[in-house]
């Protein structure tokens, strides 16, 4: 007996070690062809390594996904091939829509990430559902939140899909072009995430902890090719568009009719650099920002959406932190302020940016932008430039520096001296530990203009533990006084911040709720020119359940002083009593909010809202509504109505924003959504309707139509009708 004891505890730290040991799947290289029609039955798909064994990441992540999975992998000189058998209990799959670059929660589909250069940082992701349906995206920042998680990005792949009984196909072809990797590579990083509705089970190849997003790139399997891979190369494409536009601007009685025709470019550079160009771009097939109520003093950041700065764009707008200090923020160029202090669309000319892997450890970006002037509004031409360079350290961390400068060459009467030029300048350290347990930025930025200022310079540091029952974070930024990014996004400046948390998570073993979680989180905010005067303190605490049916309910209480040194008008009313500045308030508020299971046919949230603010009261509702006529038709619905109550003098004001949407997908190709977004504040209704036909791969024919109408006195406000052909040719 003792023998066996000591063997059993000699064998136990080698078993463990095995139970813990990188998963991996065979790339078998064919040479002959395979037509992609989403049928395994070809012989040589039963000589195919195959990846098995998924693991389930929800509702429980320590056992076996009950309905599994198979991957299969083969490849040639130009493509890699997957052959995939999604097992499942019935045929009543949750497919919302037939549009590409589906979101993935809440319906029945697959995805797979591909980190080809092995840094634990950035990825390709592809994904497709039962009717075929597909997605790609890019992952940056090692997939740590949704921040790094970009579907903008476009390439040309194929996949077809079949479904069977009790299971669906799907056979993929990825051409090698639309990867960037090194030459002679033999193995990639390589896992996959799928979402069961029916089984409502999510589970993955690789193990994920549930505590960690089921994307981060920390937690992945190897897929090993059987012959080293070639060069990386990536056909010269090219992308011409054409656009024309007829408008009216019924408050100025003016009507216009324009074309404009330019395009992009994107050529490969070595085995892991784009170069992409642009000439004369025009974005105005971009989705509408939705509306947003702002009732703070500064102002918001809304997410980039153009193609042209999508890909690895980590590289150059994730420098700072986005809440205070962002010195790079690309919505920026594009946009101008006029004569008369409104932001106006500012033409651009031309743009280069070339970006993407040096070597192993290192990585570049490069963007420079040319925008028109525009002298009957006051516009100076200016250069944009952004260089950066970042260099991978330990497993998953790096450390990047950059340089931004805007500048104009040219010398205009009605711009001062002072506002030629503007350069930021800094280096950033990212810390990532291989589990992701540890993660943190550390930062330190300066600029200049040529009026030289005193605290020209802006920092922080974060350090974040994340574990199954326990996270907490120290943070904390300054921005100096004199501290000016033109391209950035700087909420305000000459402040010291801290806004560190601590968090408890508790995971029932039995019962309907999946997680709970506690969370309290002090902010504070100091200021340097005030004598380091306390200006912002609020103490955040909430409450959040998940329930295993997919649904949650939270609430938050915000305690709040806010010191203002200067006067506030929140009503945005004309003639209003603004709160008077050099004063302090006290004022606490209470948040609830529910969302239902969003697999259901009909699913909605609210989150109602009451409370203090400053001398007054705020009550708010707001929620949406979302009905799935799967897979063709989607109806949703967004609102929020918030009512001030102030005393006098103060005026009171109510603020309404209703944004119905339909989404109709005739079929894979054929897309038109139609936006109604109505804000009394902003005094306006607009309609925005968007038919878009791909004729081709990522080739697309768009019929755009816009309408405004004032809110007050209804009346038509601008109108245009909008018709933009772009074609995807590579040679």
């Known amino acids: 007996m003792t023998k066996y004891l000591f063997s059993f505890f000699f064998c136990l730290p080698l078993l463990v070690l095995a139970q813990e040991t990188e998963k991996k799947i065979f790339v078998k290289l064919i040479n002959e062809p395979i037509v992609v029609d989403g049928d395994l039955s070809e012989p040589i798909w039963q000589e195919a390594g195959a990846a098995e064994n998924f693991q389930q990441y929800f509702p429980s992540d320590s056992i076996l996904a009950k309905q599994q999975t198979q991957i299969k992998m083969l490849y040639d000189n130009s493509t890699l091939y997957l052959g995939v058998t999604v097992y499942s209990s019935g045929d009543q799959y949750i497919i919302p829509s037939l549009q590409r670059d589906f979101r993935a929660g809440n319906n029945d589909n697959i995805s797979f990430l591909f980190d080809t250069f092995k840094d634990g940082t950035n990825a390709f992701l592809f994904g497709t559902n039962p009717l075929g349906v597909r997605r790609e995206a890019l992952i940056t920042g090692g997939g740590a939140d949704l921040s790094g998680f970009t579907t903008s990005w476009d390439v040309k792949w194929r996949g077809e899909t079949k479904i069977g009984d009790g299971y669906y196909t799907a056979e993929i072809a990825i051409p090698l072009t639309s990867f960037k990797f090194r030459e002679g590579e033999t193995s990639w990083r390589f896992n996959s995430y799928r979402f069961d509705m029916q089984e409502n089970e999510t589970s993955t190849f690789a193990k994920i902890p549930q505590n960690q997003l089921v994307f981060n790139l920390a937690f992945m399997g190897e897929m090993v090719f059987e012959e080293p891979l070639g ?32 395009g992009d470019a994107k050529i490969a550079v070595g085995n892991g650099m784009n170069l992409d160009l642009t000439l004369n771009p025009d974005f105005s097939n971009v989705q509408v920002d939705n509306v947003v109520t702002n009732l703070t003093r500064f102002e918001i950041s809304l997410p980039e959406r153009r193609q042209f700065f999508i890909d690895n764009n980590d590289l150059f707008g994730n420098f700072g932190n986005a809440r205070d200090e962002n010195p790079f923020f690309s919505r920026r160029i594009g946009l101008a302020t006029n004569k008369d202090g409104q932001t106006i669309e500012n033409r651009i000319i031309a743009g ?111 350090l974040v533990f994340n574990s199954r029952y326990f996270n907490m974070g120290l943070r904390g930024n300054y921005v100096g006084e004199g501290f000016q990014s033109d391209l950035g996004f700087v909420r305000r400046k000459d402040i010291i911040a801290a806004r560190p948390f601590v968090e408890l998570a508790f995971w029932p073993k039995k019962g309907k709720v999946n997680n709970h979680n506690l969370r309290l989180s002090p902010n504070a905010i100091w200021r340097p020119g005030l004598d380091m005067q306390n200006t912002d303190f609020t103490m955040f605490s909430s409450w959040t359940t998940k329930y295993r049916n997919q649904s949650e309910i939270s609430g938050r209480m915000f305690n709040r002083y806010t010191f203002l040194t200067e006067e506030f008008e929140p009503s945005g009313k004309d003639n209003a009593v603004p709160l008077p500045g050099n004063v302090g308030y006290h004022y606490t508020s209470f948040e609830i909010r529910y969302q239902s299971d969003r697999r259901k046919v009909f699913s909605y949230s609210i989150e109602p809202g009451f409370g203090q603010f400053y001398e007054g009261h705020r009550n708010v509702i707001a929620g949406s509504f979302n009905l799935r006529l799967q897979p063709k038709v989607i109806v949703g619905l967004q609102y929020e109505y918030n009512q001030l109550r102030m005393p006098k003098p103060y005026s009171n004001t109510e603020i309404t924003i209703i944004s119905p949407r339909v989404d109709i997908t005739f079929n894979k190709s054929v897309f038109w959504t139609t936006l109604i977004q109505y804000s009394n504040r902003n005094d306006n209704l607009g309609v925005n309707s968007r038919l878009q036909w791909r004729f081709a791969p990522l080739s697309d024919l768009f019929v755009v139509y816009n309408d405004n109408y004032f809110v007050t006195d209804f009346g038509p406000k601008f109108r245009s009708l909008n018709l933009k052909f772009t074609y995807w040719l590579n040679i």
């Open 231 to 262: 060069k990386s190369r990536t056909p010269l494409a090219l992308i011409p568009y054409v656009n024309g536009l007829a408008s009216r601007d019924f408050d100025i009685s003016d009507s216009d009719a324009q074309y404009k025709v330019g």
């Open 352 to 462: 280069m940016r070339l970006s993407g892997k040096l070597s192993e450890d290192w990585r570049l970006g490069l963007l420079n932008i040319q925008t028109d002037e525009d002298l009957e509004n006051e516009i100076a031409s200016n250069n944009n430039t952004v260089f950066s360079l970042q260099k991978k350290l330990f497993s998953r961390s790096n450390i990047g520096v950059f340089f931004i400068n805007r500048e104009t060459f040219k010398d205009y009467d009605f711009q001062e001296d002072n506002d030629k030029y503007n350069r930021v300048f800094g280096v950033d350290y990212n810390l990532a530990s291989a589990d992701n347990k540890w993660v943190g930025k550390f930062f330190l930025h300066g600029s200049m203009t040529p009026e030289e200022r005193d605290q020209e310079s802006a920092g922080g540091a974060e």
